[in-house]
């Protein structure tokens, strides 16, 4: 929850949410709200990642399933298992997450760019905050919706 | 110096002083005595006219000027208020009213001078004989009947739809007690058999029992006369006097007559002052964004019809049944409704054109005759904004590219001028423009050439590519650049950007090009955008929707019917050949086990001029969808027009035929 202190210029809001076995962080200003799971038309053609679409109270939303676009395997379907609904550049796109954890601030100075990590494929990542002693990776939403370069899985 | 910046701040204020005037001075009829109310009118015409004048509306300046003339002698009492000074005077408001909406355009108003004379006139008479003009008309139901604009545009209307006008003179006998009560049961008896235009005197007077023995109605009905004036005379002491049939040639002299009293001596404009205000009268300028959320409620209304027909289908409620169906109706005409609302002629686009046309033609030293046909066809709106650009392009590559120079048109026996043909029209549910030029055409080989050197195809593909293949490669992107355009004769400048822009829009291009005698492009779009008619399939437990626009029929099939030529399913039909595809395969639908000996559907549709047979598990039904986009995020996947959401809530896709395979 919201840590209750003053919002310095220099802390950003997170909504936190798990996928497989890991934390990851999206800016507050970028999610819509968070809805439970939805049916899913599935659509055909589409980049693998995209699971397909839902019915978000009369408009036609895509759902990204993000085991798949991070990497991490199979989903499996559970009670706490969310779609949360962002918006990015005009673009609305629901991502499929384990569970919504919280809502947060972090320090900007906490945060370290992913190149310093070393780690290989950050292309989606803005940076890694560290809190605690947990490790939040943020998502950067403009590079993960950027599908072209993720897989060309269209015939 | 620049006024355009004080524009709105004037239109602002003058909206301000306009509403004040109208609802003062018609404080001011009903009390004539109020000097407060009158100085306040003063004062409202005084300031609108200090600030038309400085920003240079000359002809605002002209008509509040006038006006307070006409209020100093009220207001000094040698004019006195009378119901036609009031008309005048109100008039002129409206006037004023309307001039201040076209103050942007500053266009001349020629129906000025004749209110103006009119104005002067009244102010004169009633200067002239202060005293005699002071009677109230109350005993005024001698007078000839006289028609407003409003109501001689009603009579007209309801003489075109077979309705006859007639003029009742109604008599009460005499000492009648309660005369309200006989005209309100004239009224109602009337009002059953059509509808009562004008009553005079006017019915509030009716109401409160200021007449004589006697009034007219005019009254509009497809009823006999004699029904009505037996209807009438049912009523006890009421009395039919005389009953006038109207005809429009009635009211075009009255129109005559009322112009004629109208225009003062020293003018002739005649027939612009009630021509123009009938106009502003019958329409309302909408901001299309309003227009769009109407379409969208509408749309929600179909899928919650929808809705409710599958609960009423599911329950086997015969009344609800019943009820949804009349729904059904009224919302299929609200919908039509909507639709011809957003309809707007082509000609908005089109009448840029021949100016386009002209300057590029100068510019490239080519002799051109530009024809448009069937600029009154009509789009929906958003379409109309999309497709200005795209005709841009494929005209100016028409005269770029196309048509030749006149030297090398007369070298090769062709007329020195060409033809550039910008056409619209319906076909089906879908109007076609097409933008035809005689000029050289393109140059296949030269275009398979050089799509095997950028590599859109290799050497072996090119050989067989048939050309109409061929020629899909210049939609494609990067396909051409400027330069290489010109050399190969071709077209292409952003040609897939033409193409995407309609594609975009639910539409398709075509071209058809000879060598040397021209090029046509025949662009096809959906009338309309939001809502269309589909035939839903189910194909292994998934829902589809296929625009029944390109479906040409329906038919069932065992799979040990399924042939094959060439490693491709066929079926026949009717003796014909039809290729099948397996929209499972297509779509990659995760495979669901079926029996050997289970029907299979076909959907047999059209894509071009080629004749498909999709083959699917079932066919759920015919209905209404209403498209919605898949987000930018899916744009562009082949095949996919959009989605649709079901009465279920459920998300559908809309199959686009076109780009499936």
């Known amino acids: 929850m919201p840590d209750g202190q003053m919002n310095f210029k220099d802390e950003i809001q997170l909504v936190v949410f798990s996928v497989g076995k890991e934390e990851y962080g999206l800016d507050i200003s970028q999610v819509q709200e968070i809805n439970r799971l939805l049916p899913i038309t599935r659509v055909p053609r589409a980049p693998a990642c995209i699971e397909g679409v839902i019915n978000l109270r009369g408009d036609v939303v895509p759902v990204m399933n993000l085991h798949s676009r991070l990497g991490l395997g199979m989903r499996t379907d559970t009670d706490r298992t969310r779609i949360v609904i962002t918006q990015v550049q005009g673009i609305s796109v629901g991502l499929i997450v384990d569970e919504v954890l919280e809502v947060l601030s972090l320090r900007s100075s906490t945060i370290e760019p992913p190149a310093m990590t070393g780690i290989s494929n950050t292309g989606y990542l803005q940076g890694i905050g560290k809190i605690e002693g947990r490790l939040l990776l943020l998502l950067d939403l403009v590079s993960l919706l950027d599908l072209k370069e993720s897989d060309e899985t269209v015939a | ?661």
Do not use: W
């Open chain 2, 1 to 661: 110096m620049d006024l355009s910046q004080y524009m709105d701040l004037f239109l602002a204020e003058a909206k301000e002083h306009l509403e004040s005037l109208d609802e003062n001075l018609l404080k001011l009829e009903g009390n004539p005595e109020d000097g407060e109310v009158l100085n306040e009118i003063f004062r409202s015409a005084h300031t609108l006219k200090g600030m038309a004048a400085t920003m240079g509306f000359e002809q605002i300046t002209e008509l509040t000027h006038e006006m307070e003339s006409s209020l100093a002698l009220l207001k000094e009492g040698r004019l006195h208020v009378t119901p036609e000074l009031f008309d005048v005077l109100l008039r002129c408001v409206d006037t004023l009213d309307a001039m201040i909406q076209d103050a942007k355009s500053n266009g001349e108003q020629p129906y000025l001078s004749s209110l103006i004379s009119e104005l002067r006139g009244i102010s004169k008479l009633g200067a002239n004989a202060p005293d005699l003009s002071s009677s109230q008309p109350e005993q005024s139901s001698s007078k000839p009947l006289e028609f407003n604009e409003h109501e001689i545009l009603v009579l007209k209307a309801a003489e075109n739809s077979q309705y006859q006008a007639y003029c009742i003179k109604i008599g009460l006998a005499p000492n009648t007690v309660m005369k309200s009560v006989r005209v309100f049961m004239v009224f109602q008896n009337l009002e059953e058999y059509g509808q009562i235009i004008k009553c005079q005197p006017p019915v509030q007077d009716l109401e409160e029992e200021r007449f004589g023995d006697s009034f007219e109605v005019v009254f509009v009905s497809q009823t006999p006369r004699e029904t009505i004036s037996k209807a009438l005379e049912k009523i006890a002491e009421v009395q039919v006097l005389s009953m006038q049939e109207l005809n429009s040639t009635n009211f075009d002299n009255q129109k005559a007559f009322q112009q004629a009293k109208t225009e003062a001596p020293g003018s002739n404009q005649a027939s612009s002052p009630t021509s123009r205000v009938g106009r502003t009268l019958r329409t309302v300028r909408v901001d299309i964004e309003r227009l769009d959320n109407l379409m969208n409620l509408v749309g929600e209304l179909v899928i919650n019809k929808i809705r409710l027909e599958q609960i009423g289908q599911t329950h086997r409620i015969t009344d609800l049944l019943e009820a949804i169906e009349q729904m059904g109706r009224l919302t299929t005409d609200l919908q039509s409704l909507v639709m011809k609302v957003r309809m707007v002629p082509i000609e908005q686009v089109f009448n840029r054109f021949p100016r386009t046309v002209r300057d590029l033609a100068r510019e490239m030293g080519k002799d051109v005759q530009f024809m448009i046909e069937g600029k009154e066809t009509e789009l929906d709106r958003t379409v109309i904004d999309e497709i200005g650009d795209p005709l841009v392009h494929l005209i100016r590559n028409a005269i770029d590219h196309g048509i030749e120079c006149p030297e090398e048109r007369v070298e090769a026996g062709k007329a020195k001028t060409a033809t550039l043909r910008l056409a619209a029209y319906h076909e089906g549910n879908n109007v076609i423009i097409e933008v035809e030029d005689d000029g050289r055409g393109m140059d296949l080989d030269k275009i398979r050439t050089r799509a095997i050197n950028k590599g859109f195809f290799t050497e072996k593909e090119g050989e067989y590519l048939d050309d109409a293949a061929v020629l899909k490669v210049i939609f494609q992107p990067g396909f051409s650049t400027a330069d290489v355009v010109t050399d190969i004769s071709g077209r292409g400048v952003g040609l897939d950007v033409v193409k995407s822009t309609i594609e975009s829009l639910n539409g398709s291009i075509e071209i058809d090009t000879k060598k040397k005698a021209g090029t046509k492009i025949k662009i096809s779009l959906p009338l309309t955008l939001a809502i269309i008619q589909a035939l839903l399939v189910s194909v292994g437990g998934e829902l589809y929707a296929i625009p029944l626009s390109s479906i040409d029929e329906t038919t069932s099939i065992l799979p040990g019917q399924i042939k094959t030529m060439q490693n491709q399913e066929i079926m026949l039909l009717r003796g014909a050949v039809l290729p099948l595809v397996r929209l499972h395969h297509l779509l990659e639908v995760p495979p669901v086990t079926s029996e050997e000996n289970e029907e299979l559907y076909v959907v047999v549709v059209r894509k071009g001029e080629r004749r498909i047979g999709l083959v699917v598990d079932l066919l759920v039904g015919q209905q209404e969808i209403v498209i919605k986009t898949l987000g930018k995020l899916l744009t562009g996947i082949p095949g996919i027009a959009g989605a649709t959401i079901l009465g279920s809530g459920e998300v559908s896709l809309i199959l686009d035929i076109n780009s499936l395979f």
